[in-house]
């Protein structure tokens, strides 16, 4: 099959219904208000690392910018945009453009930021969660804590599991990589 006749057939696949996108929407943004809601609570409750609630308040934040965006219709591809010609899927509006641009950059500085929050999370492994009086700066709330750390290492065993069902799908279309009789068409 060509790489052409693979990007018709997924662009003709169907839209998922408005209820599952608006569910899809709302399950998406539990995680960033949790960190919003968990830093900005705690956001003097770390002082041996005082950047964690500001990573999860900023992490909520551009997350639920990300999210909010994708709502928007500037992220869309305009009716009829495939038989104009353009088969490249890029945008085509300067408004689709700016809105591309600006998620990149979003997701560039989410990157990133993700990068400096586990320096500062994992640098300071397993701190001591209660305040006493001889160190009172060596201490880190154990929920601010713990909910920075599951929250990345979440992220990297999700990111795991994709990367494995990944090569177990291309393994199989390996295995299975037989041309369709149609496909020469």
């Keep these: 099959m060509s790489s052409s006749g693979l990007i018709r057939r997924i662009r003709r696949t169907p839209q998922p219904s408005t209820p599952v ?10 995680l960033p208000v949790a960190q919003i809601a968990i830093g900005a609570v705690h ?30 219709p500037c992220t869309r591809r305009p009716e009829g945009a495939a038989e104009d010609g353009a088969e490249d899927g890029g945008p085509s509006t300067p408004l689709s453009r700016l809105c591309a641009a600006w998620n990149s950059l979003t997701s560039l500085f989410l990157f990133c930021w993700f990068i400096a929050g586990n ?35 979440l992220f990297y065993i999700l990111l795991g599991l994709f990367l494995v069902g ?12 037989r041309a369709d009789p149609d496909d020469d068409v």
């Excluded at 003097?44 to 639920?64: K, N, T, W």
């Excluded at 990944?166 to 990589?177: A, R, S, T, Y």
């Design 119 to 153: 320096v500062w999370i994992y640098s300071i492994y397993e701190p001591n969660y209660t305040r006493n009086s001889t160190h009172p700066q060596a201490y880190c709330d154990k929920t601010l804590y713990l909910f920075a750390f599951w929250t990345t290492t």
């Design 166 to 177: 990944g090569c177990c799908v291309l393994f199989c279309f390996f295995l299975c990589g």
């Design 21 to 30: 996108l608006v569910c899809s929407k709302l399950g998406i943004c539990i």
């Design 43 to 72: 956001l003097e409750d770390c002082p041996l690392q005082r950047y964690i609630p500001i990573y999860l308040i900023v992490s909520g934040v551009f997350g639920m910018v990300l999210a909010v965006l994708s709502c928007l």
